[in-house]
């Protein structure tokens, strides 16, 4: 089945830098990539997604790149800010897993005034 | 105002004691899930519904059970047999439950419930 490997488990960023997480799947026929925000006790939100015939997908200051190829995908924030503080996982969904997604653990992203 | 809610947002368990979580969506979704999140952990997937009446377990099904009477109802059950049971617990429902077409669809997930074994 997939599996979702996703790194790193904690990030720390000053604020204004740029934040990068990066995830891999192991099923060639994955073919939907969300990524989620949770805020701490709150729900997971989708921030973004992307799709198997794209290969890059901006939103504001945010942006996910996805490599078929090397079966990996990455989340990529710019002018980090407090706000982006939060836990941020990655999900792959196997084409034809009922709806089934498969979640990394999450990267811990603190950023710092 | 269409959304997923939880119920209750934090429960205290004796040991021995099972425990049913609600979850009631309007968004007149097919499919709901269950999973279980741990720190470090991610979300693992207890139990999913596709449509009323049915249900599949999903990787951390031992020790759960859950209903699925009402489209709009998808409650879990944490029973005894449970040995860890003390965890965050999100609910979560989608409208494309079958995964096949191009419009695989966003999960949306409620507040959660903070179960606590004392």
């Known amino acids: 089945g997939e599996n979702v490997e996703q790194h790193p488990s904690t990030l720390s960023v000053q604020e204004g830098d740029s934040a990068v997480i990066k995830c891999t799947y192991s099923?060639?026929?994955?073919?939907?990539f969300p990524w989620y925000k949770q805020e701490l006790g709150k729900r997971p939100q989708l921030i973004i997604d992307?799709?198997?015939?794209?290969g890059e997908k901006k939103d504001q200051r945010i942006a996910v790149t996805l490599n078929k190829t090397a079966k990996h995908f990455s989340l990529h924030i710019t002018e980090t800010q407090p706000e982006d503080s939060a836990v941020y996982f990655c999900?792959?969904?196997?084409?034809?897993?009922?709806?089934?997604?498969?979640f990394g653990k999450g990267t811990k992203l603190s950023v710092k005034p | 105002d269409g959304g997923i809610t939880q119920s209750p947002k934090y429960l205290f368990r004796k040991e021995g004691q099972n425990v049913t979580l609600s979850c009631e969506q309007n968004l007149n979704h097919d499919a709901m899930y269950w999973y279980r999140q741990d720190p470090g952990q991610g979300l693992r997937l207890i139990y999913y519904s596709q449509i009323v009446n049915d249900f599949q377990k999903g990787d951390i099904a031992e020790g759960y059970s859950v209903s699925r009477e009402k489209k709009e109802s998808f409650p879990l059950t944490v029973t005894s047999a449970q040995k860890n049971p003390t965890a965050f617990y999100l609910c979560?429902?989608?409208?494309?439950?079958?995964?096949?077409?191009?419009?695989?669809?966003?999960?949306?997930f409620g507040e959660g419930s903070r179960l606590t074994v004392l």
């Open positions: 992307i799709r198997s015939n794209v």
């Open positions: 979560a429902s989608t409208w494309d439950s079958g995964g096949a077409s191009a419009n695989t669809g966003e999960l949306f």
């Open positions: 999900a792959a969904h196997p084409k034809g897993s009922q709806g089934n997604l498969i």
């Open positions: 099923d060639s026929a994955s073919n939907y």
